[in-house]
């Protein structure tokens, strides 16, 4: 029986970490709950489950952390601000369920060097995916490490095209159900760039040998090549019901809760290499986390201040990455990183990008 702590009970990945553990209520216990503002729906959540311990916000979530006796903390928390648990969770010993990629992206060597070999165990699909394939060989035997993307919804079209397309727009992704900015960080490839950082911090492979493939399938939920010329990859159709479960108990699966592909059905799986001219964020993703220090902290807090423009109508969708490019080539990181640092960094980037969003350069 593994005790479970959740944070971002009610968002995407706190309710159906829900539903795993409701289906299973003789491998997981629910020891505590966090939310951001969902009081009464976490509320419900902890009467269902029989939690006595819960947290609203960030900085309680942090405490609910170091306070309660939990074998697994599930980090669900959206952006930024879920690096005080991240931190809390491996201080205390805890195995992380990381879903929050924005604090190991942010962290960095903050979160690296506080986590013992296999402590963090990855939620993202793709993420998962490449943890799972990598069981398949020795870590000298990998060559690459390849990310699958959907292509989001704007798959195919040029830069110019995309300039004036809408937030409603942005926001119909062809497979996933997330919330309002990774949606549109998936439509922007930004939260691909995230990705290809996390990967590099969670696997110690070098940017050069990670690649980003268009698979609009999304069946396919990442790749590694080996050395041998042999390529692992794990298939199974979107349901991040699959990843969380592997987060919750790591490294053994947990039956039914996602369903096997159709073999018998004839289908199609295509692969297509990135435009980067019309989608420059991976690239930008790679020149941040090659940089280290404060600037992925910056790519991050830019891109949430120009998502915010973009759906406020005050920036079109190319100015969102146009913003975060202007704003890491105007920052200097110095000295140490801290989370003192960290946040002054944040700080100075959402400034600055509000400034250049304002005047329109």
Not at 136 to 153: H, K, N, Q
Request: hydrophobic fraction near 45%; proline fraction near 5%; charge should be negative.
């Amino acid at each position: 029986m593994r005790r479970i702590l959740i944070l971002g009970s009610t968002g995407s990945i706190g309710t159906q970490a829900l539903d795993v553990i409701r289906a299973n209520p003789d491998r997981f216990e629910v020891v505590g709950l966090a939310a951001g503002t969902q009081r009464a729906e976490m509320d419900a959540q902890a009467a269902e489950f029989g939690v006595e311990c819960t947290a609203l916000g960030a900085a309680e979530a942090e405490q609910l952390v170091r306070d309660v006796d939990a074998d697994v903390v599930l980090n669900g928390i959206t952006g930024s601000v879920g690096i005080g648990p991240t931190l809390a969770a491996l201080e205390c010993g805890r195995t992380l369920a990381l879903a929050n990629k924005e604090s190991l992206i942010v962290g960095g060597e903050l979160v690296t060097r506080l986590a013992a070999p296999g402590q963090i165990v990855p939620v993202d699909s793709e993420h998962s995916a490449i943890a799972q394939a990598l069981r398949s060989g020795a870590a000298g035997e990998v060559r690459r490490l390849v990310l699958t993307a959907s292509g989001g919804p704007f798959r195919g079209r040029t830069r110019a095209q995309l300039r004036d397309v809408t937030p409603a727009e942005a926001l119909a992704h062809p497979t996933w159900d997330m919330g309002r900015v990774v949606t549109t960080n998936s439509a922007t490839l930004v939260n691909k760039g995230l990705e290809v950082i996390e990967a590099h911090l969670l696997f110690g492979v070098a940017y050069e040998h990670i690649d980003v493939v268009v698979h609009p399938q999304s069946i396919v939920h990442s790749m590694v090549e080996f050395v041998d010329g042999s390529t692992i990859a794990q298939a199974s159709p979107p349901d991040m019901r699959l990843p969380i479960s592997l987060g919750l108990d790591w490294p053994h699966r947990v039956a039914g809760v996602g369903r096997p592909l159709d073999w018998r059905t004839a289908t199609s799986w295509t692969f297509e290499p990135l435009d980067e001219d019309a989608f420059p964020a991976v690239a930008l993703a790679k020149q941040v986390g090659r940089q280290g220090g404060t600037y992925p902290a910056v790519f991050n807090a830019a891109n949430e201040q120009a998502v915010d423009a973009f759906h406020e109508g005050r920036l079109p969708f190319t100015g969102i990455v146009d913003t975060v490019t202007r704003v890491v080539e105007s920052h200097e990181s110095e000295g140490a990183l801290t989370r003192e640092s960290l946040f002054e960094a944040e700080r100075w980037a959402r400034v600055a990008a509000d400034a250049a969003i304002a005047s329109g350069r």
